[in-house]
């Protein structure tokens, strides 16, 4: 996940007010015992540290994935594979619906890992530094203990396993291939070191934005840094786009509608008397509703074409391509938002449920929540003895492993009481 040092801006606003729960406290709580226990915790740490040694890039997660499938099987729990390239989704209870499920994203990212530690990543340049091990891994942890539960399951509970949210747009491939489409509602967590261990915090309605990539190549005329009247020069046509292109958020968009446009590259030149042909910039632009974000990328491209033309240079702007797709924002289900509330607390404790403010980083989370109810949280990590954690997307950034029980607790008890509660709203007929 795009969050990299923010993730710890996440602000605190209030502790909710508690309410009284509609039942299913009782298995809530037994959840979070079991996944402490030394057999589930035990399992789950070796399958964590396995997964971490071996990072393997969006749908290139073949071990991860077979991993998967291997414990899956010990489980005796049905899946279906391949899903989007590496994907695997598995089945738990009675097969019938109501389906709900819950994800996990498997990808690990193209960066050195700077931990020494006994089960530090064997695959030079690649690491996972956003916690993904982790999520598996509490998918795995939510599978076992729904797995000796499953009589009780009032439906079936989806496991997904998706390959490539670090940008390849995974969650797109698991929707088109249709395998979700009974699927009432979807529930997924990101680990959070800056938050304190065993906490969660989430909201309503938004929470992350919508974003996408632009690049853009700016064509002059190259020729002798001395004699400047014979070139075009891209390099001072390029710095005015960057400089036009600030204006989009601070002179265009509504103040109280939070957007960003960064140019985060500025490609051109190589020698200190030559007038380049060419330069190349690129960048993401994020906002939270659909509309101002068309209209981002619509000024995005005005502002860097008329830009350049000012210059007497030509401009050409890519988008957000396959590989690279556009994430729309984030938006939590008002009504799993107040479900999650009761969850949390019983799983929890009152103390630990927070609400923060919204994000500007992105998750393809958000593809599933397009097509369905669909709500997303964040899990502390942060343990009494760090008080300076490492954020997501860090070299140096290290898994609390005590994270794991809790995780795995918060996937079982969300779509475990899901399905207890729509099952007795349908009999009740409410809901
Ligand atoms: C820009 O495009 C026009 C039309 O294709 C062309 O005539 C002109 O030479 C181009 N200018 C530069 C600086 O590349």
């Given at each position: 996940?795009?969050l990299?040092?923010?993730?710890?801006?996440?602000?605190?606003?209030s502790?909710?007010?508690?309410?009284?729960?509609?039942?299913?406290?009782?298995?809530?709580?037994q959840?979070?015992?079991?996944?402490?226990e030394?057999?589930v915790?035990?399992?789950?740490?070796?399958?964590?540290?396995?997964?971490?040694?071996?990072p393997?890039?969006?749908?290139?997660?073949?071990?991860?994935?077979?991993?998967?499938?291997?414990?899956?099987?010990?489980?005796?729990?049905?899946?279906?594979?391949p899903?989007a390239?590496?994907?695997?989704?598995?089945?738990?209870g009675?097969?019938?619906p109501?389906f709900?499920?819950i994800?996990?994203?498997?990808?690990?990212?193209?960066?050195?890992e700077?931990?020494?530690?006994?089960?530090?990543?064997?695959?030079a340049g690649?690491?996972?530094?956003?916690?993904?091990?982790?999520?598996?891994?509490?998918?795995?942890g939510?599978?076992?203990?729904?797995?000796?539960?499953?009589?009780?399951?009032?439906?079936?509970?989806?496991l997904?396993?998706?390959?490539?949210?670090?940008?390849?747009?995974?969650a797109?491939?698991?929707?088109?291939?249709?395998?979700?489409?009974?699927?009432?509602?979807i529930?997924?967590?990101?680990v959070?070191?800056?938050?304190?261990?065993?906490q969660?915090?989430?909201?309503?309605g938004?929470?992350?934005?919508?974003?996408?990539?632009?690049?853009?190549?700016?064509?002059?005329?190259?020729?002798?840094?001395?004699?400047?009247?014979?070139?075009?020069?891209?390099i001072?046509?390029?710095s005015?786009?960057?400089v036009s292109?600030?204006h989009?958020?601070?002179?265009?968009?509504?103040p109280?509608?939070?957007?960003?446009?960064?140019?985060?590259?500025f490609?051109?030149?190589?020698?200190?008397?030559?007038?380049?042909?060419?330069?190349?910039?690129?960048?993401?632009?994020?906002?939270?509703s659909?509309?101002?974000?068309m209209?981002?990328?619509?000024?995005?491209?005005?502002?860097?074409?008329?830009?350049?033309?000012v210059?007497?240079?030509n401009?050409?702007?890519?988008?957000?391509?396959?590989?690279?797709?556009?994430?729309?924002a984030?938006?939590?289900?008002?009504g799993?938002?107040?479900?999650f509330?009761?969850?949390?607390?019983d799983?929890?404790?009152?103390?630990?449920?927070k609400?923060?403010?919204?994000?500007?980083g992105?998750?393809?989370?958000?593809v599933?929540?397009?097509?369905?109810?669909?709500?997303?949280?964040?899990?502390?990590?942060?343990?009494?003895?760090?008080?300076?954690p490492?954020?997501?997307h860090?070299?140096?950034?290290?898994?609390?492993?005590?994270?794991l029980?809790?995780?795995?607790?918060?996937?079982?008890?969300?779509?475990f009481?899901y399905?207890?509660?729509i099952?007795?709203?349908?009999t009740?007929?409410?809901?």
């Amino acid at each position: 996940m795009d969050l990299r040092k923010w993730i710890f801006v996440i602000l605190i606003v209030s502790v909710f007010e508690p309410q009284i729960s509609i039942g299913g406290s009782e298995f809530s709580k037994q959840f979070l015992k079991l996944a402490k226990e030394d057999e589930v915790f035990d399992w789950m740490v070796g399958i964590r540290r396995r997964i971490h040694e071996n990072p393997e890039l969006g749908y290139e997660e073949f071990e991860t994935s077979k991993l998967i499938r291997d414990e899956l099987d010990k489980l005796g729990i049905d899946y279906k594979y391949p899903v989007a390239v590496t994907g695997v989704v598995g089945y738990i209870g009675s097969g019938e619906p109501p389906f709900v499920a819950i994800r996990a994203d498997m990808d690990a990212l193209q960066m050195q890992e700077m931990v020494e530690w006994k089960h530090k990543s064997k695959v030079a340049g690649k690491m996972h530094a956003c916690g993904h091990d982790a999520h598996v891994t509490m998918l795995l942890g939510a599978a076992k203990i729904l797995k000796s539960h499953s009589h009780l399951l009032k439906g079936t509970v989806v496991l997904v396993f998706q390959p490539a949210e670090e940008g390849g747009g995974g969650a797109i491939r698991v929707i088109d291939s249709g395998i979700l489409k009974d699927v009432k509602a979807i529930f997924g967590l990101h680990v959070s070191p800056g938050l304190p261990l065993g906490q969660v915090s989430s909201k309503s309605g938004v929470l992350l934005a919508g974003s996408g990539f632009f690049e853009a190549v700016i064509t002059g005329k190259g020729g002798h840094a001395a004699i400047p009247q014979h070139s075009i020069d891209p390099i001072l046509a390029a710095s005015n786009v960057v400089v036009s292109l600030q204006h989009l958020v601070s002179r265009e968009a509504d103040p109280l509608d939070s957007q960003v446009v960064t140019v985060a590259k500025f490609q051109g030149g190589g020698a200190f008397n030559v007038i380049p042909d060419s330069v190349t910039i690129g960048g993401t632009f994020r906002a939270f509703s659909k509309e101002s974000f068309m209209h981002l990328k619509q000024r995005i491209e005005e502002v860097i074409i008329g830009q350049a033309t000012v210059q007497r240079c030509n401009a050409t702007v890519e988008f957000s391509s396959k590989d690279k797709p556009f994430f729309p924002a984030a938006i939590n289900d008002e009504g799993l938002h107040k479900y999650f509330l009761e969850v949390a607390r019983d799983v929890l404790g009152d103390s630990n449920v927070k609400s923060m403010l919204p994000l500007m980083g992105s998750e393809d989370f958000s593809v599933y929540q397009e097509v369905m109810p669909g709500y997303f949280y964040f899990l502390g990590m942060k343990s009494e003895s760090n008080k300076k954690p490492v954020s997501v997307h860090s070299p140096f950034f290290e898994i609390n492993e005590d994270i794991l029980p809790f995780g795995a607790a918060m996937h079982a008890s969300l779509v475990f009481n899901y399905l207890t509660e729509i099952q007795s709203s349908e009999t009740h007929d409410e809901l």
